[in-house]
């Protein structure tokens, strides 16, 4: 298993402001994950972070918009900038060991932008 | 590609009676799948995974699943609901790309349970 901390739970900024959501792993891990979960809809995977390399960034998504850092094995951040009301979602970090294996996943941090 | 589908995005029982959620699912290859379970303000949790051994998948909390390949699915049930069981539930593929081993969520189906 991996136990996983997200910083902020939450937070409620103004439009036009970034945030940086931190993701703490308690092991080594290759991949990571970064999920948007916008109101009552399912969880769209934002871009993939792996150690060493620049982050995959999804259809739609953008590096200026949501830069990602993966400095070692066990921690990532990703900021949302230039913040609409739009962004209001929860951002979930996640992480596999292997393929096939279950991922799992930090509790989220639930945003909102004024 | 790789697509989930979850047939319903609710789904209304009584306490005591059997879970059905539904789920399809489309892969060029074969696939792993997952379900998992979100409770409200709460994070994500592993319900149960199938990985290629037996097709009849046993989860916690008394839920299971069965992978139907010449049906394209992986439908969740359990026996009989508790009111604890009311959450949103997401059937899951995983998916590869070029950066390594991802997953496709469904939209989600929200069980509700009636006492």
């Known amino acids: 298993s991996a136990v996983i901390s997200q910083k902020p739970s939450r937070d409620i900024c103004q439009r036009g402001t970034s945030l940086t959501i931190q993701c703490q792993v308690d092991?080594?891990?290759?991949?990571m994950f970064w999920y948007r979960q916008q109101p009552g809809q399912s969880l769209t995977l934002i871009a993939t972070a792996n150690q060493g390399s620049e982050a995959t960034y999804e259809s739609g998504f953008v590096i200026d918009k949501f830069p990602i850092s993966r400095p070692n094995l066990t921690f990532s951040t990703l900021t949302v900038s230039n913040m609409s009301p739009e962004d209001s979602s929860i951002y979930l970090c996640s992480v596999n060991r292997d393929t096939n294996t279950e991922a799992f996943f930090g509790q989220g941090t639930r945003l909102t932008v004024v | 590609a790789q697509s989930v589908t979850q047939l319903d995005s609710h789904v209304s029982v009584s306490e005591g009676t059997p879970v059905l959620l539904r789920c399809n699912y489309s892969?060029?290859?074969?696939?792993?799948l997952f379900w998992y379970v979100q409770h409200p303000n709460k994070g994500l949790q592993l319900l149960l995974k199938y990985t290629s051994a037996a097709t009849l998948v046993k989860g916690i909390n008394g839920f299971e699943a069965e992978f139907k390949k010449s049906e394209t699915s992986f439908h969740l049930t359990k026996p009989s609901a508790h009111m604890s069981d009311a959450a949103e539930y997401f059937c899951?593929?995983?998916?590869?790309?070029?950066?390594?081993?991802?997953?496709?969520f469904g939209g989600g189906t929200r069980l509700m349970v009636k006492p």
């Open positions: 892969s060029s290859y074969s696939p792993s």
């Open positions: 092991s080594q891990v290759t991949m």
């Open positions: 899951v593929v995983t998916r590869l790309n070029n950066a390594g081993n991802m997953l496709t």
